[in-house]
Antibody, heavy 118, light 107 residues
Framework: EVQLVESGGGLVQPGGSLRLSCAAS????????MHWVRQAPGKGLVWVSH????????TYADSVKGRFTISRDNAKNTLYLQMNSLRAEDTAVYYC???????????WGQGTMVTVSS | DIQLTQSPSFLSASVGDRVTITCRAS??????LAWYQQKPGKAPKLLIY???TLQSGVPSRFSGSGSGTEFTLTISSLQPEDFATYYC?????????FGQGTKVEIK
């Protein structure tokens, strides 16, 4: 079964750091682009970042550029999101997603909640 | 950056209705336009990619069309399991963007 499972969410103080992980299974992880997408409580989907299949290239939304870093370990079939200098407005469910055909996102994890609060 | 605007933001409809949701881009975009369905507390699900290609396993009552700056998602006969929020998504210069969402509720 094709599956993505996020972990690492939790409560963190403003200015703090957190690293999210996304474990992939059921497909050849190393051949797919991967993404992080977030959703604040009661709000819409917001794309955060993407990384290409070998990890050599990544892009970020302006709102997280310079604070968040996406990476991957293809040997461990795992995607990461290092989040630094966290702000209250980063509070959201964070989803990892697989890059599908024609730049769509075809497989999504169940999400992990990040709460930034003092 | 390219903005996507969905209309309507909220839609009330009955089972069996034909429903159309529009996604307008702030400038012309390629065919890299996708549609997703999200139910409360669940992850989004891909319905359509490349503006009009149905994702495997998605019922044929869903269809997509459009090009340039205007795209539509149509549900030909709304079913009880279709009540959800729908999002369009595009990509330009390796930056992905979602529309604000359209919530489809039961009339």
């Amino acid at each position: 079964e094709v599956q993505l499972v996020e972990s690492g969410g939790g409560l963190v103080q403003p200015g703090g750091s957190l690293r999210l992980s996304c474990a992939a299974s059921g497909f050849t992880f190393s051949t797919y682009w991967m993404h992080w997408v977030r959703q604040a409580p009661g709000k819409g989907l917001v794309w955060v970042s993407h990384i290409n299949s070998d990890g050599s290239g990544a892009t970020y939304a302006d709102s997280v550029k310079g604070r968040f870093t996406i990476s991957r370990d293809n040997a461990k079939n795992t995607l990461y999101l290092q989040m630094n200098s966290l702000r209250a407005e980063d509070t959201a469910v964070y989803y990892c997603a697989r890059g599908g055909r024609e730049r769509s996102l075809d497989i999504w994890g169940q999400g992990t909640m990040v709460t930034v609060s003092s | 950056d390219i903005q996507l605007t969905q209309s309507p933001s909220f839609l009330s409809a009955s089972v069996g209705d034909r429903v159309t949701i529009t996604c307008r881009a702030s400038q012309g975009i390629s065919s890299y336009l996708a549609w997703y369905q999200q139910k409360p507390g669940k992850a989004p699900k891909l319905l359509i990619y490349a503006a009009s290609t149905l994702q495997s396993g998605v019922p044929s009552r869903f269809s997509g069309s459009g090009s340039g700056t205007e795209f539509t998602l149509t549900i030909s006969s709304l079913q009880p399991e279709d009540f959800a929020t729908y999002y369009c998504q595009q990509v330009n210069s390796y930056l992905w963007t979602f529309g604000q969402g359209t919530k489809v509720e039961i009339k």
